[in-house]
């Protein structure tokens, strides 16, 4: 079992910034890729579990950035230039088991419960 706790959403103008944090907990080691999507289905961005490959949606491209601290069992997303767009609620999955695709939420095994994200005009 792994638990996934997001926070770090708010709201923000456009054009403004937010992180968001992801920590991890339940399964030692934390050797699995992570992922954040939006409105549950949307992906995001992707990093495997050693973080040396990042994936990105082309609608964020450019201005979000995913990341992880393995030490503190911690992926985090940095969005920047923030557009209405980007508002929705935001969540973290882990891909532990699975080895699908990794722009597809049914890849992943667990979900953290969503952190939103209001952005306004």
């Known amino acids: 079992q792994v638990q996934l706790v997001e926070s770090g959403g708010g709201a923000v103008q456009a054009g403004g910034s937010l992180r968001l944090s992801c920590v991890a907990s339940?399964?030692?080691?934390?050797?699995?890729?992570m992922a954040w999507f939006r409105h549950e289905r949307e992906f995001v961005a992707h990093i495997t579990w050693d973080?040396?490959?990042?994936y990105y949606a082309d609608s964020v491209k450019g201005r979000f950035t995913i990341s992880r601290d393995g030490a503190k069992n911690t992926v985090y997303l940095q969005m920047n230039s923030l557009k209405p767009e980007d508002g929705g609620v935001y969540y973290c999955?882990?891909?532990?088991?699975?080895?699908?695709?990794?722009?597809?939420?049914?890849?992943?095994?667990?979900w953290g419960q969503g952190t939103q994200v209001v952005v306004s005009e």
């Open positions: 999955a882990a891909q532990v088991y699975n080895g699908g695709y990794y722009g597809s939420s049914v890849s992943y095994d667990y």
């Open positions: 339940g399964r030692p080691g934390g050797r699995y890729s």
């Open positions: 973080g040396r490959n990042t």
